[in-house]
T-cell receptor
Framework: NAGVTQTPKFQVLKTGQSMTLQCAQD?????MYWYRQDPGMGLRLIYY???????DKGEVPNGYNVSRLNKREFSLRLESAAPSQTSVYFC?????????????FGPGTRLTVL | AQSVAQPEDQVNVAEGNPLTVKCTYS??????LFWYVQYPNRGLQFLLK??????LVKGSYGFEAEFNKSQTSFHLKKPSALVSDSALYFC????????????FGAGTQVVVTP
């Protein structure tokens, strides 16, 4: 049982390049989330998916797109990377039911945009 | 709108002494409150949560937190700190009308010295 896995662990992009961050969970969770973590700002929600087939914007969605590929997988795409998107990205999941179920986090992807 | 404040960027404590990490919140309606811990280069790990009921919540690794509605606080405590408790701690709040969208505090770095 691997929990939440993310690939890649590290990535360096040039401004304007695109990339997709992959996330998968094996806990049969319905809900999945993408966050970014910046120093002194905690974690901020980019997008979330309450259930398979649905996605919604979070606090900081600009410059990102997501795809809920199936129940297990939730990807985050940067179409044209900008230096302001340099951050650590975390994927999380939570089980179906009340919204206050705790979220389980992946190990993160450290992205640098030059 | 919901918000979380962690007033201390860093807390220093000697091993064996009590540890307290402060958190205050603002949310409409009843809050759901969480504490997470992040070790270096790792994802966040769930420690404990308050949903309803007893104001004193016990969680993982000997941590507990006290919900105080009048002071809108949810401070994390541990009676006797260990060096291995050195990590970054995040408080998070969820309002009853904010499906799954956790609002995180900026985090408090805990340093436990031998």
């Amino acid at each position: 049982n691997a929990g939440v896995t993310q690939t890649p662990k590290f990535q360096v992009l040039k401004t304007g390049q695109s990339m997709t961050l992959q996330c998968a969970q094996d806990m049969n969770h319905n809900s999945m989330y993408w966050y970014r973590q910046d120093p002194g700002m905690g974690l901020r929600l980019i997008y979330y998916s309450a259930s398979e087939g649905t996605t919604d914007k979070g606090e900081v969605p600009n410059g990102y797109n997501v795809s809920r590929l199936n129940k297990r997988e939730f990807s985050l795409r940067l179409e044209s990377a900008a230096p302001s998107q340099t951050s650590v990205y975390f994927c999380a999941s939570s089980r179906q039911g009340p919204t206050y179920n705790e979220q389980f986090f992946g190990p993160g992807t450290r992205l640098t945009v030059l | 709108a919901q918000s979380v404040a962690q007033p201390e960027d860093q807390v220093n404590v000697a091993e064996g002494n009590p540890l307290t990490v402060k958190c205050t919140y603002s949310v409409s309606g009843n809050p759901y409150l969480f504490w997470y811990v992040q070790y270096p280069n790792r994802g966040l790990q769930f420690l404990l949560k308050y949903i309803t009921g007893d104001n004193l919540v016990k969680g993982s690794y000997g941590f507990e937190a006290e919900f105080n509605k009048s002071q809108t606080s949810f401070h994390l405590k541990k009676p006797s700190a260990l060096v291995s408790d050195s990590a970054l701690y995040f408080c998070a709040v969820l309002g009853t009308d904010s499906w799954g969208k956790l609002q995180f505090g900026a985090g408090t770095q805990v340093v436990v010295t031998p």
